[in-house]
């Protein structure tokens, strides 16, 4: 997922929020270049790459400068080994060697123009998702909406934190979905994705991917969700999501355990 810090307002709709937290408001004007790292280790086959880029202000061009030329590892922590990633195409880095397990830890190291940028995340267990349902629901314009449904069970006695993608028909889905087990531990949980009208058209091409994610990285994605919900509300507090890499860095850095259904929608 490519994001582009400081333009929510404009690649993503208003989204549905799980549960009740503050609304972060982030500011689209005025907006100093800071430079964004995104990266993920998965449980899936690598190779897994970060990408880095600059963000640009809201008024400026739809043009995000890639980062090249930088120094990205990624250190398994639990083992020791170290991967030194290759840059594969302009601010796109992709590991060597490195095969993601649940329960390790791992840091990514980022140096540029002298400045170095980390961030540690651990994989959680993989949960089975057992099947995704659809449900049809009427909106208040009246208006049929289908709406996916993640069924599965909820290990009890732990904190689990899950994120939902979905892309249609080969294009990815912009709402963001996340979930954690705060209220529901070791329930059998069936939860709608709730998203527009538009995208699930009964006959169309479904993937649905399941992330197991950490607590950090569940906390900026419900961040995002509600920047984007609110980016429409003028704000004196701006902010963007909380990031587990250091040193200013925009975007995020996750080890997660991922498991993806592919069907049609009905």
């Not at 197991?212 to 419900?222: A, W």
């Not at 963007?240 to 498991?259: D, E, K, R």
Request: with cysteine; glycine share 6%.
């Amino acid at each position: 997922m490519r994001l582009r810090l400081c333009r929510y307002a404009v690649l993503l709709a208003t989204l549905y929020c799980v549960a009740c937290k503050k609304i972060i408001q982030v500011n689209l004007d005025n907006v100093s270049p800071q430079i964004v790292i995104e990266g993920n280790v998965t449980d899936d086959a690598g190779p897994y790459q970060v990408t880095i880029s600059r963000s640009v202000n809201y008024a400026a061009n739809s043009v995000f400068p890639p980062v090249t030329d930088a120094t990205v590892s990624i250190t398994d922590s639990t083992t020791g080994q170290k991967d030194v990633l290759l840059e594969v195409d302009s601010g796109v880095y992709a590991t060597q060697f490195l095969i993601g397990q649940p329960k390790h830890t791992y840091q990514l190291l980022v140096i540029e123009d002298g400045q170095q940028y980390s961030a540690t995340s651990t994989m959680p267990l993989p949960v089975k998702l057992d099947s995704v349902t659809f449900e049809q629901n009427i909106g208040i314009n009246g208006v049929s909406a289908t709406t996916a449904i993640v069924n599965f069970q909820d290990p009890p006695g732990v904190l689990n934190y899950y994120q939902f993608t979905e892309a249609v028909n080969g294009k990815a889905v912009p709402d963001i979905f996340v979930f954690d087990d705060r209220l529901s531990d070791g329930r059998y949980i069936e939860e709608p994705l709730f998203n527009d009208t538009a995208y699930l058209i009964p006959g169309a091409a479904l993937l649905l991917t399941m992330n197991c994610v950490d607590e950090n990285i569940y906390n900026y994605f419900y961040e995002l969700s509600n920047i984007t919900a609110s980016a429409g509300i003028q704000s004196t507090t701006p902010a963007n999501p909380t990031s587990n890499i250091n040193n200013g860095a925009l975007g995020y850095f996750s080890a997660h355990s991922t498991t993806v259904e592919q069907l049609y929608v009905y």
